[in-house]
C-alpha cells in the first residue's frame, strides 16, 4: 500500500494513500520541479573495491547473469548480480535470465527499455520513463542474487536524472523487507535531495528539517553518479556512498542523530532482511522524469565506481 510524504517544510504530514485513490492518480501533492541543482557532485575514482563486509558471513552466490560483455568500466562478472545491460537488445527489455519488469500492485504509463543511445559503460543503459501518478510506476526487478548474498548486501549502480529531484516524494530504487512485513526500503528524492524512505512507517534518512536535507546532495541533471549503498542486517546499519564519498545524511548506525537517522530509530527493531533489488521509479506527488541506469552491482563487499 503506497505511503508518501507531503512536502509540507520540513512537517511531512504523513499521507497513507488508500491504493484505489492513488491509483485514481492525483493526490495533489506539489511536483514543482526545482531550480538549478546546488551541490554539485563531485568527481568519481579513487574508491577502494574491497571493504570488510562487516558481518558478512555468506559467500558470493551463484555465477554472474545478465549482459556482461561491452567495454565496461567495472569488472564484476563474478559477482552474484553484474549488469551492464549490453547484452539485451535496444528498445526491448533487460536480459529476462536477470530481470523482470514488474509494477506491483497496478500499472499505468511508466516504462523501461534498453537504451542505445545513452551508455555509463559501453553502448546501452536501462532507460526508465517515470510517470507522475503512483500507478505509472515501474521497476526491473532481481530476487535471485540478492537472496544469496545473505543478512550483508553493497550494492551499486549508475543513474543519471534528466531533470533535478523535485520536492515531493519519489523512489528510483526498493528492496522488499522480509523482516519488515515485506515492505519495501526505498532510495529516491524528496526536498530536491537523495534520501532512503522505509515504506513501513515513512521514516526518512535524513530527517526533512533544513539541517537533514543539508547534509544529503541534488543531483545534477544529466550526469552519471555512482550510487553505492550497504545494507548490513547484522549491525542494523545502512550506509551510502556518492561517486565514492559517503553522504553523511544517508547513514543509520546504532546512534540516533538529530537530522539525520534519529528518526531511523523510531522503530527500534529495524533489522533490514532483503529479499529482492528493484530499480525504477515511483512517485507519490505527480513528479515526473526520464531517467537511466546502468552497471548494477550486488556483492558481499564494496564493489566501487571503477
Ligand atoms: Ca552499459
Same mark, same amino acid.
Given at each position: 500500500m503506497p505511503r508518501c510524504f507531503r512536502p509540507? *517544510?520540513?512537517?511531512?504530514s504523513i499521507c497513507v494513500l488508500l491504493l484505489a485513490a492513488a491509483c485514481g492518480g492525483d493526490d495533489g501533492g506539489t511536483s514543482s520541479e526545482g531550480g538549478g541543482a546546488g551541490g554539485s557532485v563531485g568527481g568519481s575514482s579513487g574508491m577502494p573495491t574491497t571493504g570488510s563486509g562487516a558481518g558478512a558471513t555468506t559467500g558470493t552466490g551463484a555465477g554472474g547473469a545478465g549482459g /556482461? /560483455? /561491452?567495454? $565496461?568500466? %567495472? &569488472?564484476? %562478472? &563474478?559477482? *552474484?548480480l553484474c549488469d551492464g545491460f549490453e547484452g539485451a537488445a535496444p528498445d526491448g527489455p533487460p536480459d529476462t535470465a536477470t530481470w523482470s519488469v514488474v509494477s506491483p500492485n497496478c500499472s499505468g504509463t511508466g516504462t523501461v527499455t534498453i537504451d542505445g543511445a545513452q551508455a555509463h559503460s559501453g553502448a546501452r543503459s536501462l532507460r526508465v520513463n517515470g510517470g507522475g501518478g503512483y500507478c505509472d510506476h515501474v521497476f526491473i526487478a532481481s530476487t535471485s542474487a540478492i537472496a544469496a548474498l545473505g543478512p550483508a548486501v553493497y550494492g551499486r549502480f549508475f543513474v543519471r536524472f534528466e531533470e533535478a529531484l523535485g520536492d515531493s516524494h519519489v523512489t528510483f530504487l526498493t528492496m522488499k523487507d522480509a523482516n519488515d512485513n515485506d515492505r519495501d526500503l526505498r532510495m529516491g528524492g524528496q526536498s530536491k535531495i537523495l534520501m532512503w524512505n522505509r515504506e %513501513? &512507517? &515513512? $521514516?526518512?534518512? *535524513? %530527517?526533512?528539517s533544513p539541517a537533514g536535507i543539508a547534509q544529503s546532495l541534488m543531483p545534477t541533471p544529466d550526469t552519471w553518479l555512482c550510487v553505492e549503498f550497504f545494507v548490513d542486517q547484522p549491525s542494523a546499519s545502512l550506509q551510502t556512498w556518492v561517486d565514492g564519498a559517503a553522504i553523511a545524511a544517508l547513514q543509520v548506525d546504532d546512534t540516533p542523530t538529530p537530522d539525520v537517522d534519529q528518526q531511523w530509530h523510531n522503530q527500534p527493531n529495524w533489522s533490514p532482511s532483503l529479499t529482492d533489488l528493484k530499480l525504477g521509479w515511483e512517485s507519490y506527488g505527480g513528479q515526473t522524469n526520464t531517467l537511466w541506469i546502468d552497471d548494477v552491482a550486488l556483492a558481499n563487499h564494496r564493489i566501487g565506481c571503477n
Amino acid at each position: 500500500m503506497p505511503r508518501c510524504f507531503r512536502p509540507i *517544510p520540513y512537517v511531512a504530514s504523513i499521507c497513507v494513500l488508500l491504493l484505489a485513490a492513488a491509483c485514481g492518480g492525483d493526490d495533489g501533492g506539489t511536483s514543482s520541479e526545482g531550480g538549478g541543482a546546488g551541490g554539485s557532485v563531485g568527481g568519481s575514482s579513487g574508491m577502494p573495491t574491497t571493504g570488510s563486509g562487516a558481518g558478512a558471513t555468506t559467500g558470493t552466490g551463484a555465477g554472474g547473469a545478465g549482459g /556482461g /560483455g /561491452g567495454a $565496461a568500466t %567495472s &569488472d564484476c %562478472s &563474478d559477482l *552474484p548480480l553484474c549488469d551492464g545491460f549490453e547484452g539485451a537488445a535496444p528498445d526491448g527489455p533487460p536480459d529476462t535470465a536477470t530481470w523482470s519488469v514488474v509494477s506491483p500492485n497496478c500499472s499505468g504509463t511508466g516504462t523501461v527499455t534498453i537504451d542505445g543511445a545513452q551508455a555509463h559503460s559501453g553502448a546501452r543503459s536501462l532507460r526508465v520513463n517515470g510517470g507522475g501518478g503512483y500507478c505509472d510506476h515501474v521497476f526491473i526487478a532481481s530476487t535471485s542474487a540478492i537472496a544469496a548474498l545473505g543478512p550483508a548486501v553493497y550494492g551499486r549502480f549508475f543513474v543519471r536524472f534528466e531533470e533535478a529531484l523535485g520536492d515531493s516524494h519519489v523512489t528510483f530504487l526498493t528492496m522488499k523487507d522480509a523482516n519488515d512485513n515485506d515492505r519495501d526500503l526505498r532510495m529516491g528524492g524528496q526536498s530536491k535531495i537523495l534520501m532512503w524512505n522505509r515504506e %513501513s &512507517d &515513512d $521514516a526518512t534518512l *535524513p %530527517s526533512l528539517s533544513p539541517a537533514g536535507i543539508a547534509q544529503s546532495l541534488m543531483p545534477t541533471p544529466d550526469t552519471w553518479l555512482c550510487v553505492e549503498f550497504f545494507v548490513d542486517q547484522p549491525s542494523a546499519s545502512l550506509q551510502t556512498w556518492v561517486d565514492g564519498a559517503a553522504i553523511a545524511a544517508l547513514q543509520v548506525d546504532d546512534t540516533p542523530t538529530p537530522d539525520v537517522d534519529q528518526q531511523w530509530h523510531n522503530q527500534p527493531n529495524w533489522s533490514p532482511s532483503l529479499t529482492d533489488l528493484k530499480l525504477g521509479w515511483e512517485s507519490y506527488g505527480g513528479q515526473t522524469n526520464t531517467l537511466w541506469i546502468d552497471d548494477v552491482a550486488l556483492a558481499n563487499h564494496r564493489i566501487g565506481c571503477n
